[in-house]
């Protein structure tokens, strides 16, 4: 918010007072500001507060009515396998949950989740009840995710999180990298039993028909084949 205040004095001496809008403050994230996690692939959601020790706050507003979360990726964004959401934890004391694109803080509504996939950034919009431990507690429960179980892109990205007041202020973006470790896929053989008859010191019968072999990973290939 900004108010202006005027005094008009009788000697000419005219004092304007303008009191600025104070924009919110998100520090103390363990892996944020040059911190890095590290995911595995298949391995699900991660925390991208991983001591979920974030703090939010906001000197000049009792809640966050207008404003919204934004994570972004920044840099080496895989658009069909990035997803970003919030961890459905509880409903109890100091707790968040997800329901649809719901976000409630200990059962009281107190946004709405959009994006997060197809290479959008996720934005909470956040309404009245979205207290400074409200959102200090979204913030705790935000979580990347690579849907690529198979092959992913291990390509280090770079995330970033801010939060806005909805009365004009925005704190300064926290950002992440997170780095990714592959995990080897064991090749997958299809094939449907032929199921032949073979007649003695006749010709050779084929076992299978239909079969169809994968490496899973890219730039693979086979070694050997047992029956």
Request: proline share 2%; aromatic share 4%; no cysteine.
């Amino acid at each position: 918010r900004a108010f202006q205040l005027t005094y008009s004095g009788g000697d000419g001496n005219d004092v304007q007072l303008v009191v600025q809008n104070i924009a919110p403050t998100l520090s103390d994230l363990s892996t944020l500001n040059g911190g890095s996690l590290s995911y595995v692939e298949d391995s699900g959601a991660l925390l991208l507060d991983s001591g979920e020790d974030a703090l939010v706050s906001d000197a000049d507003s009792s809640d966050f009515d207008g404003g919204n979360v934004t994570v972004s990726i920044t840099s080496n964004g895989v658009s069909s396998e990035d997803a970003l959401s919030v961890r459905n934890q509880g409903t109890g004391s100091g707790q968040i949950s997800l329901s649809g694109t719901s976000i409630r803080y200990e059962g009281t509504l107190i946004g709405t989740l959009s994006g997060g996939t197809a290479g959008n950034p996720l934005v909470i919009s956040l309404n009245s009840n979205a207290t400074a431990a409200a959102v200090q507690a979204l913030v705790r429960n935000l979580t990347y995710t690579n849907t690529n179980s198979a092959d992913m892109d291990t390509g280090s990205r770079t995330l970033s999180v801010s939060v806005s007041d909805g009365d004009g202020g925005t704190s300064s973006a926290s950002t992440i990298a997170i780095d990714f470790t592959a995990v080897n896929d064991a090749p997958v053989l299809t094939v449907t039993a032929a199921n032949p008859t073979y007649v003695e010191n006749g010709s050779a019968v084929t076992l299978f028909t239909g079969a169809t072999a994968s490496t899973v990973e890219s730039g693979q290939t086979f070694t050997d084949l047992t029956l």
